[in-house]
């Protein structure tokens, strides 16, 4: 039977590879693809991740092959990212506990994401969050997304992310008690090595910061709490972890293996790897 992947990008631009990585195996095993954003906005690679003579500064080397780039190039721009799922109109936002008529408010959203969602995500057999210095913006933090993703784990299915897409992971939290969902777990994700000390650019506005505006690594390793762990596996060239239902990828190098791990867990029960 066809597997249906869900795929979350940010609209303030996503890496070229960590998409048409995970994307190639799909494609090849013959899923059917759908793509969705923060706010039905079409997403967009960022500029470098199309460049192969891009220096990543803190590798001194490119980290983007021709072939890579010809690949990425050519998916954004095609007609299958037009129209993405608007995860804003999909999914309600939790209201302030200031707003009038709070708890009728709070019930309702509450119905909203409980069986309707359940029931809109069923027919999807894993989610994947696309890393990128955009998911910092609209991805991270992004209760809507945080939802999602609480909906994916509690149906039982494989939840996908890269780079700073890892980090909806860590913050994705039930509300009763605001334990991160990969407490316990064994995850990868952008070391600190890997951190930018400038540049840090996105698409759809003006602002670049320097820095990160946390280090993704330091959030990790709080978040797998005493009984799970993070993994940077810096000085080695691939860093992917899988701890069912969660498969995780560090960084750009790590796209194409996260992807054929994501295969392996939908075809032949894949649960741990990498740890």
Request: hydrophobic share 35%; aromatic share 10%.
């Amino acid at each position: 039977m066809t597997k249906k992947i869900l795929v979350l990008l940010s609209e303030y631009g996503y890496w070229g590879e960590e998409l048409v990585g995970p994307l190639s195996h799909f494609d090849q095993r013959g899923y059917e693809v759908v793509f969705a954003t923060p706010n039905g906005r079409r997403p967009h690679a960022l500029p470098p991740s199309l460049q192969p003579d891009f220096i990543d500064p803190p590798l001194g080397r490119s980290v983007v092959t021709e072939e890579v780039a010809k690949l990425a190039r050519e998916v954004d721009t095609a007609a299958r990212l037009d129209n993405p799922l608007n995860i804003a109109e999909w999914i309600p936002d939790r209201p302030y506990t200031s707003e009038d008529d709070y708890l009728r408010k709070l019930e309702a959203y509450n119905r909203a994401i409980g069986d309707p969602l359940a029931e809109a995500i069923a027919e999807y057999d894993a989610l994947l969050v696309v890393g990128g210095s955009g998911p910092i913006v609209d991805l991270a933090n992004n209760g809507r997304v945080h939802d999602l993703i609480l909906a994916f784990l509690r149906a039982d299915k494989v939840i996908g992310a890269e780079c700073y897409g890892v980090a909806c992971l860590a913050f994705a939290r039930d509300w009763e008690d605001r334990r991160s969902i990969i407490w316990g777990k064994h995850v990868t994700g952008h070391c600190k090595e890997y951190d930018y000390k400038d540049g840090t650019g996105f698409l759809n506005t003006d602002f670049n910061m320097g820095p990160p505006p946390y280090p993704l690594e330091y959030i990790l390793r709080d978040a797998t709490g005493p009984d799970g762990a993070y993994h940077g596996n810096f000085g080695k060239e691939v860093s992917v972890v899988v701890d069912y239902p969660f498969v995780t990828g560090r960084s750009t190098p790590d796209s194409f293996r996260t992807g054929e791990k994501m295969v392996e867990m939908l075809e032949h029960g894949l649960r741990r790897y990498g740890w």
